[in-house]
């Protein structure tokens, strides 16, 4: 699964937010998703062979490990399922509303495996801030090329 593109969103009284359908079929329709805190103060959003794949990858790290049984602990205790109603919308719990700071409008992002939910105005803020720097951290996410 390719999640690709930025879209504007506006979160409805109820604090539902519309999937796009070029997104839904993306993610190949799923009648449930996944809504998790994320690093940024942002939401992701997984289906859920998504998030067992980053069970997965979390899984590897040694149960000695503070910091990961921390992440874990923090990450899977706030993790929401979702179903997705007959509009292809989805209700953003309000626990991860106030988590990730949102207001009406939002930005839904693709993310190569999972989708991003952010408030418009620190997306905005995000981008003025690491815009500038997209060549310097190509170089560096793309190391020997």
Request: contains cysteine; hydrophobic residues 40%; charged residues 30%.
């Amino acid at each position: 699964m390719l999640l690709t593109g930025t879209h504007d969103r506006t979160l409805d009284e109820k604090k539902r937010l519309a999937l796009p359908r070029k997104v839904r079929q993306a993610m190949r329709n799923p009648k449930l998703v996944f809504v998790t805190p994320a690093p940024d103060q942002c939401l992701w959003v997984y289906t859920q062979q998504g998030l067992e794949t980053l069970a997965a990858r979390l899984d590897a790290s040694p149960a000695t490990d503070a910091e990961a049984r921390v992440f874990r602990r923090l990450y899977f205790a706030q993790t929401e399922s979702v179903d997705l109603d007959g509009m292809g919308r989805i209700l953003i719990p309000d626990r991860l509303y106030q988590f990730a700071l949102l207001e009406k409008e939002v930005v839904l992002l693709g993310v190569r495996d999972h989708l991003e939910i952010w408030d418009q105005r620190r997306w905005q803020e995000y981008l003025a801030n690491h815009g500038p720097r997209f060549d310097s951290v190509a170089e560096r996410a793309f190391p020997g090329n």
